[in-house]
C-alpha cells in the first residue's frame, strides 16, 4: 500500500515538473525573455491549478513578469527600477 502511495507522489510531482517546464518552453518559444530567478520560481511550482493558469497566460503575456500578481516581489523589484510603485514609469506633472 505505501509502495502504491510513493509511487502515486512521484507521478503527481513528475508531472507537475512537466507542466512548469511547458511554461517555460511556451515563453521561450514566444522569444520571451526570463531572468533565472523568474524561470526557478516557475519550475519550483508545484500547484496544479496555478501551473495550468501561468500556460494560458503564457500564450498571450508581453512579458514573463506578467504570469505574477502585481503584488508580487518580483514585479515589486521591476517597478522600482522602472520608477513607479505600480510599475509604469513616473511622468512628473505631464503624466498626470
Known amino acids: 500500500m505505501a509502495t502504491e502511495q510513493y ?5 503527481f510531482m513528475q508531472e507537475m ?9 511556451i515563453l521561450d518559444a514566444r522569444g520571451i525573455t526570463m531572468s533565472g ?3 526557478e520560481r516557475i519550475l519550483a511550482c508545484r500547484n496544479s491549478f496555478m501551473l495550468d493558469l501561468w500556460c494560458q ?6 512579458s514573463a513578469l506578467e504570469l505574477f500578481p502585481p503584488w508580487h ?4 523589484e521591476k517597478a522600482e527600477v ?15
Open 7 to 11: 509511487e502515486y507522489q512521484r507521478l
Open 17 to 25: 515538473r512537466e507542466q512548469a517546464e511547458s511554461v517555460v518552453e
Open 37 to 39: 530567478e523568474v524561470r
Open 57 to 62: 497566460i503564457a500564450k498571450r503575456v508581453p
Open 73 to 76: 516581489p518580483l514585479r515589486a
Open 82 to 96: 522602472a520608477g513607479g510603485a505600480d510599475g509604469e514609469p513616473d511622468l512628473g506633472e505631464r503624466g498626470a
